[in-house]
């Protein structure tokens, strides 16, 4: 028997819930376990910290959740103690003794713990007064911090399932579809599509219809997904249900790739708790209505994140596109009506029905609603994942929260839309982030990868490294595809090498767009992209490698070298002490130099000089 | 230290009982398969045609064409290299040569004392904390030249009783 059996114990449970919370522990301390502050540490500061509280008699009066990402990871792992809203970054544990003396039973902050902002050099001691934090506005993202991925009693606290539970009972699925359309909602996965009109067609489809999460996020630099998955998994059970009922659906399938470990062991407790509490299965809170979800584990392969690939690759077969004549919403999985989402697209959906789609069409821009959430990565003070109101400037978002570029260098482009997108140059930063305006400077938004690069990237070698992986990544069925990438990459190489010649880059121009034009599936047809975005704004630096044989952001080894310049070399030996070669020599405050038959160009001593000494030429 | 692979016949049965025989969990039981001897063994293919009613023809295409299926047996410890964007524009291509010298082989190599496989990742979604490696299933981040090398040193330094 589930403990759930209809509404009013779901209602009954969370008021229990909810009034244990107001008279409960005083204390909250919310210590990130996401998969980026694991790798810091997280386990063994959650280890020292037990310790601590079990020492001073406290395990009673102080509660920790280990919860998932909070999005600032590389300030990882991360402490937030509440019902202040402190915030420590990069705890460790031999902090935990301090921080429980002074900041737990004492409200005194731990000076040296407290966060002290990159930029104004500020120390902030609450979690909102942080800039990378202030300036979001997290609807979706926003619980991660509060809830404990494992225990469905966190999230059934901050409202969860309710949403189901109102469209379950207070509303038809030709509602529950008017309301999604009137949204404006729009698919997180890359494209854009209205997600109302994809439900509608769908369920106007006869057959075993199937809903299915998209959770490959095979976009190299983006992991929102996953900490979504991670973090609140509940969140995309509950929009998953929700589109089950609206679509009349039984069968629900998490796609999810076999490189997210964690994602896949949260997934698996949270739909093991659904189960148990009757909010999965037969006869879903006493309303009739049956649904469940199945995981699938997916190879790594990034062309399965395409829905007729996804499709083969959950039958069992390899994920090879096929051409889409006849739409997945009408025959696809199985051959049945099958409609795929992405993970933060349902995540967005309990959002919509319990606040309404009038709030959340007033937030975004004219065609793109609501928020969006971005891996702010690369190149950048503070990375991590961001989430803003649909139209935020890219400036607002690298400088204000993202804290600008790291080492005061300069900023050079930012790639947006993965393997599919494109770069972006300094002169389009005020362009505000949504599906349509991206795609007018040659971009798209796509899945929310958003990596920041500066004056040492070269862009030609982006260009090369996006179709290197694109060359491995192709399914390798269609001609144009297979053929046309791997031309367009042995050109790359070559000017990479220094072999570039006149006639390339229009070589490239034209492959590009044959490629486009020819080939069968998104993965084809947007190959082209990142090449020719920086063919259109960074030219000069192709030219710089075919004609001048120069690499200027030092990154092809064939193209450049390092050198000392002795009237800012400081004679500091710095560089001289690290260099692997002993290439450097010179005598102790006098200007050094750099023997060019032993270097290797590691870069090592580039990093290492602290007055810009050490040149590219 | 060559050695031939024992397989324990009935811990493959679990696995495929675990998925109720369902041909459609093909990749996931032989990704379940590598997770224990690191590859799939040749000697567990025929079981696998017998017990979930595929082509042999199906069990090598969806064994060649995902990344997460070796049909060659790897190293104790696979240590993997992300070269997703994140990490490449952060220098992930340094510390892809630093492990190689340090292992002395290339990428997809294993070394000869069958302790170490060497390959390259796109992105494990750890992208803020790049550059990235992970170790069987530990992450490190934040690494340059002599931490990664570092990592490679403990695993080195470890006991060789642990099981894989
Ligand atoms: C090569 C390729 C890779 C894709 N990878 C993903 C992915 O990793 N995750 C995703 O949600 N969508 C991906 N998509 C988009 C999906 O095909 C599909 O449009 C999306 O999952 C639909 O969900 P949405 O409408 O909620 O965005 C990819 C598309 C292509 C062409
Ligand atoms: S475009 Fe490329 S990935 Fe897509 S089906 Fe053709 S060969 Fe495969
Ligand atoms: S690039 Fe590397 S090898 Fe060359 S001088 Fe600098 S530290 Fe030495
Ligand atoms: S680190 Fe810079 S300043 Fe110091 S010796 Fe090397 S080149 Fe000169
Ligand atoms: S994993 Fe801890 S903040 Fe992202
Ligand atoms: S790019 Fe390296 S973890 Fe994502």
């Known amino acids: 028997m589930a403990i759930l059996s209809n509404r009013e114990s779901l209602e009954k449970f969370q008021d229990k819930l909810k009034s244990a919370q107001s008279h409960g522990k005083k204390k909250l301390v919310s210590l990130c376990a996401g998969s980026g502050c694991g790798a810091y540490g997280t386990a063994k500061v959650h280890h020292a910290l037990m310790e601590e509280l079990t020492r001073q008699n406290l395990t009673e009066d102080v509660e920790v959740k280990l919860t998932g990402c909070h999005g600032f990871c590389e300030k990882g792992p991360i402490m937030v103690i509440h019902p202040q809203g402190i915030f420590y970054p990069q705890v460790k544990p031999e902090h935990m003794s301090e921080i429980v003396e002074k900041t737990i039973k004492n409200n005194e902050l731990v000076q040296s713990l407290i966060f002290k902002d990159p930029v104004s050099k500020a120390k902030i001691t609450l979690e909102h007064d942080i800039p990378f934090y202030k300036l979001q506005q997290r609807i979706i993202f926003g619980n991660n911090g509060l809830i404990d991925p494992t225990s469905i009693d966190d999230y059934i606290t901050v409202d969860g399932y309710s949403a189901m539970a109102k469209t379950l009972f207070d509303m038809t699925p030709e509602k529950i579809i008017a309301e999604i359309k009137k949204s404006g909602l729009r698919g997180r996965g890359g494209g854009g599509f209205p997600t109302g009109i994809k439900w509608d067609t769908c369920r106007k489809h006869h057959g075993i219809r199937y809903v299915i999460c998209n959770a490959d996020e095979g976009d190299p630099g983006a992991y929102m997904d996953r900490s979504l998955l991670e973090g609140n998994p509940h969140s995309v059970i509950e929009g998953m249900i929700i589109g089950a009922i609206a679509i009349g659906s039984h069968d629900g399938y998490v796609y999810v790739r076999h490189e997210y470990p964690l994602a896949v062991t949260n997934l698996t407790i949270a739909l093991d708790k659904c189960r148990e509490y009757g909010l999965l299965g037969k006869n879903i809170l006493g309303s009739g209505f049956d649904f469940d979800i199945n995981i699938s584990r997916g190879g790594g392969a990034f062309v399965c994140g ?57 937030i975004g821009t004219k065609h793109s609603k609501g928020t969006k959430i971005f891996s702010l990565v690369g190149k950048v003070v503070n990375t991590g994942l961001v989430e803003v109101p649909m139209g935020t400037s890219l400036r607002t978002i690298i400088f204000d929260i993202g804290g600008g570029i790291p080492k005061k260098k ?29 795609s007018k400077v040659g971009s798209i938004m796509g899945s929310g990868g958003m990596i920041v690069m500066d004056q040492d990237t070269c862009m030609v070698d982006v260009a090369r490294y996006f179709l290197d992986f694109l060359k491995e990544e192709s399914c390798g069925q269609c001609n144009p595809c297979r053929e046309g990438i791997k031309q367009m990459l042995e050109i790359l190489t070559s000017i990479c090498q220094g072999n570039g010649k006149e006639g390339d880059i229009e070589m490239l121009e034209e492959l590009g767009v044959m490629i486009q034009r020819f080939s069968l599936c998104g993965l084809g047809t947007s190959a082209p992209n990142p090449v020719l975005t920086t063919i259109l704004y960074f030219r000069d630096e192709y030219e710089a490698h075919i004609r001048d044989k120069k690499c200027p952001a030092g990154v092809c080894k064939p193209l450049f070298h390092y050198e000392i310049d002795p009237e800012t070399c400081t004679g500091c030996r710095s560089c001289a002490k690290k260099c692997p070669q002993e290439a450097i020599a010179g005598d102790k405050k006098k200007p050094h130099s750099l023997d060019q038959s032993k270097c290797i160009k590691c870069g090592i001593c580039y990093d290492t000089c602290k007055f810009d000494a050490i040149v590219i030429r | 230290m060559e050695q031939t692979i024992k397989v324990d016949l009935s811990k493959i049965d679990n696995i495929i009982d675990r998925y109720h025989g369902n041909k459609e969990a093909l990749l996931m039981i032989m990704q379940d398969i590598s997770d224990i001897y690191s590859h799939v063994p040749p000697t567990v293919i025929p079981i696998l045609v017998d017990r979930l009613g595929v082509k042999i023809s199906m069990v090598y295409s969806v064994a060649t064409f995902y990344k997460t299926i070796s049909l060659e047996p790897r190293g104790k410890y696979i240590v993997s290299v992300c070269t997703g964007t994140a990490c490449h524009v952060r220098g992930a291509e340094k510390i892809a040569d630093a492990l190689q010298q340090k292992l002395g082989i290339q990428e997809g190599q294993t070394t000869s004392d069958r302790l170490f496989t060497l390959k390259a990742v796109r992105c494990i979604g750890c992208c803020a904390s790049g550059p990235v490696i992970t170790v069987n299933k530990e992450t490190y981040g934040g690494l340059d030249r002599t931490a990664a090398e570092k990592v490679i040193e403990n695993y080195k330094q470890m006991p060789l009783n642990g099981t894989a």
């Open chain 1, 306 to 362: 395409e829905s007729t690939a996804l499709m083969a690759s959950l039958e069992g077969s390899p994920g090879r596109p096929r051409a889409k004549y006849v739409h997945t919403v009408e025959k696809g999985f199985k051959d049945g009506p099958s409609n795929l989402n992405n993970v933060e697209t349902w995540a967005n959906v309990p959002v919509i029905i319990n606040n309404g789609a009038d709030w959340y069409a007033a």
């Open chain 1, 410 to 438: 300069k900023f050079k482009a930012v790639q947006t839309g993965g393997p599919s997108g494109g770069c972006i140059p300094e002169r389009f930063l005020d362009l505000g982030v949504d599906f349509d305006e991206l």
